[in-house]
């Protein structure tokens, strides 16, 4: 535990390295039950710390296991030694006292998900990141002859000048949680004296987003210590920033430092130097500075009647805050030869790229599909047409630029859109995502080009899948009015106008109904599958268990990239999202890359499914090669009887490596089972269909009827190897071991003699040894889990056997007869403690008094009953919630204990490890007495 004042701030749970079912996710387990049974110690909770010696994570009081992220860093975000221990790290970097109280301040705030309140505290790439860049920021905005900020600054830091107004760029990839970097910086430099009181001004360019960010600062208002204000037009913006003297977070969108008809030049709104600008996606297109010659045309006759210069936004809200300082938060990196944007915001202050992303596991890896239409169309023309047309820019100020652009783009949606295109497309998406499917369950998004074409795709899917459609709603006249937005498995996401066409009304949602539809989406458990949209949800929308991204529609730059990365989100055995190209986006991604390369990203925006092809390939030799001198090549039409001889061969192999070759072969069908979810869909991979489902019921047997850890088994129950299985070759009677092994089950709470002989002569003898380990467990943990004592010692003697038989040191019959002496030593024991006429409790407590032989023999049987029977009855009445924490109750019990072996006159040599064991098994025990 780590207290502040007293405070238990953090709790730490700490597994035994060389316990090799203690693992870091068993310590993630541990705490559950901790939030469940002494919720009282976690009320001040800042972080949960769960480490198995070698690895460590944090995480906050609500995150699963996919946020439990490593803390990778020491002093800053460069200062990030290469340590053999992770716990290492977060001792010295997340718990250095005067980083973790400001990591308590300023990085932890809440979120209201509509049934729960959800904690989120801050990963070590955004607490660095938002320190350094709070820290620039004051360095920009300050007077140039403030010599206190003349201090050795790193990354642009090194360069900025005080007195700039340029804070930097904060380029953390996307998916890394950039809107919560955004709040934490809002609020500790809300909080810098060296600020005074600062206006922070918000700006994005699409009312979405605007929306989206707004609600996240609202839902961080605690941090914010105010609640934050939202420009609804320009004239209301204006009067915001003119009006406010002090103080202050106000959210537009950048169109809203547009011009009026009559204005030359934005007018001053407020020229104080502690206006903070914190711009969403800092891109050219949003905030350019150059000046063009715009023509001025006759309202009436359209005669040009003269020109005039005009700037970008960025020009504006200079000119509207002259002295405010500048940062862009961006989520793809800015080209090199974008010299707006570092006009505007200077250079990166803060980097955390793809790389680093899918190395801390905040992010998974996106895989690039091409499967081009093969369609008999003008392929050259669509290439050319491609070339031309950018994204449309709907604010875009120059009317005339737009609409020639919206002219080429309609002319491009007509190819794109041609019936019999759609038709083939919508045939090859359904193939492909029932296929993605099929591997790993998820669900899609569907990019299209026009809300026209989103809808006829939507036709085309529908006569294909019709139950997919769910149902309609009907007007009080029995008109069919739109489709039910709380069924169905594809919905089309989009808006609209009382003036669109009959069959674009039907997809059109209000405001309500699209929440509805979010929540639904994001709900990996409910039928909405896929989701079909133009524009929306391709920027700030995050939905984990999507998993596949169809493009058919234009993108370039930085937009393509906000796209495809709503597929890059971690959700439970996902182990990458998967883009599929319609419409040539390669060329597009290939600047992409450039460009990430030039800014010194690492890493890769996607990569091809042709990788995972290769890798599973790779290990799919490795798995065949762990089968050497086992024939199973007729895995078609004789699977199940190929199934109990193929699993005893994997659990004959030798150690490797500290490995068994029931681990070796887990892990390599882990890895297919990877690789094979993410080009499943590719027909090279489908020579491989039969072959993995049928090495997948190998490792189900193994994993079911063997002593893995069975909350494993239950997390697996949804994986992708668990997919292939369910549609694959071998499907019945795979988990039942026993009945191909021609053995009765037997009633796991008695081991019988029958039994125990019928294993004994089992002619598969590995797979004997592995049940007979997992029938020992269950029954020494079913039947002893609260004695200490004999759980101990059954479970050492179980190790030492299996630790001999794994290196080898005795032969397979040997370790056989063993376990069998084992288990019926555990039945003779289980028939002393009946004939003792004592508890469970009391059994517990008398066997930690009957530990050594000296007290025994002094005091005997009937003395020993006695003093268990009042040790149970006397610490049973003492105890109270939490005691086992508490260090003055611990004290009150022990003394307890000693004075009841002193009046029974229990050997004083033998006490101290006697009162010890005692308290250990009260500790066992403690739960179930303060429920009761």
Known sequence: M???????????????????????????????????????????????VISDGMTARVGSLTANKERFMPWNTIKNEDDRPLLEYQLEKVVRGFFNPELFLDYMRYFVLFEDDGDSLIKKIAGYHQFHGVREAVRVTKIAAADSDDDAVRERRATYGDEVQPGSRKAGVFWHTQGSGKSISMCCYAGKLLQQPAMKNPTLVVVTDRNELDGQLYGQFCMAKDLLKQTPEQAGSREELREMLASRESGGIIFTTVQKFSLLDDEDEHPLLCDRSNVVVISDEAHRSQYGLKARLKQIKDKETGEVTGAKYVFGYAKHMRDALPHASFIGFTGTPIDKEDKDTRGVFGDYVSIYDIQDAVDDGATVPIYYESRLVKIDINRAQIDELNKEVEEVIEDEEDVAAREKTKGRWAELTKLVGAEPRLQQIAADMVEHFEKRTASIDGKAMFVGMSRQICVDLFAEIIKLR???????????????????HEDGAIRIIMTGSATDKADLQQHVFTQRQKKRLEKRFKDPDDELKIVIVR????????????????????????????AIARVNRVFKDKTGGVVVDYIGIASELKHALKIYTDAKGKGQP?????????????????????????????????????????????????????????????????SVSKAYSLCCTMDEAATYHHEIAFLSAVRAAIVKNTSIDQKLVEEQKNSAMKQILDNAVVTDGVVDVFALANLDKPNIGLLSDEFLEDVRNMPLQNLAVELLEKLLKDEIRGRSSRNVVQEKAYTDRLIASLRRYHNRSIETAQVIEELIDLAKDFQERQQRDESLGLSNDEIAFYDALANNESAVRDLGDDVLKKIAVEVTEKLRASTTVDWQIRDSVRAKLRNLVRRLLRKYKYPPDQAPAAIELVMKQAEALAVTWTSE
């Open 2 to 48: 780590a207290c502040v004042n007293g405070l238990p701030l953090a709790v730490v749970e700490l597994k035994n390295p060389a316990d090799e079912s203690a693992d870091v996710w068993k310590a993630y387990s541990q705490l559950q039950t901790y939030k469940d049974e002494i919720s009282d110690l976690l009320a001040y909770n800042v972080a949960l």
């Open 466 to 484: 019709p139950d997919w459609a769910g149902t309609k709603i009907t007007s009080d006249e029995g008109k069919e009015v739109g489709y039910n």
């Open 535 to 562: 524009d929306m949800w391709l920027t700030g929308f995050d939905a984990p268990c999507c998993h596949t991204m169809y493009v058919d529609k234009p993108m370039s730059g930085h937009n393509l990239m906000q």
């Open 606 to 670: 996607t990569l091809k499914s042709e990788e995972a092809l290769k890798v599973l390939h790779e290990k799919m030799d490795a798995v065949r090669g762990l089968f050497h001198g086992f024939d199973y090549s007729e895995y078609r039409t004789k699977a199940l009887e190929l199934l109990p001889p193929a699993a005893n061969h994997v659990l004959g192999l030798e150690k490797q490596n500290d490995k068994t070759g029931k681990q070796r072969f887990l892990d390599i069908m882990s």
